[in-house]
């Protein structure tokens, strides 16, 4: 399992271009697996690879749910 971790940026970049700060919208909407840094507006967002590869999977499969 990878502990690779991306930023907003690399993170859009693996899903096929997603605009990251439509990435980073769904984070805090919990609609795609990230983990925040910090608290308030401000926090920072990372995303593992092993749970993007796991999002992008049940996607593929018709699942909804973020994780």
Do not use: C, V
Request: overall charge positive; charged content about 30%.
């Amino acid at each position: 399992m990878s502990r690779r971790f991306f930023t907003p940026e690399q993170a859009a970049d693996y899903l096929g271009g997603i605009n990251s700060r439509t990435l980073t919208r769904w984070a805090r909407e919990n609609y795609i697996p990230a983990i925040p840094i910090g608290e308030g507006k401000r926090r920072l967002w990372r995303f593992l690879e092993s749970d993007l590869d796991e999002w992008m999977m049940n996607r593929r499969r018709g699942g909804h749910d973020a994780g």
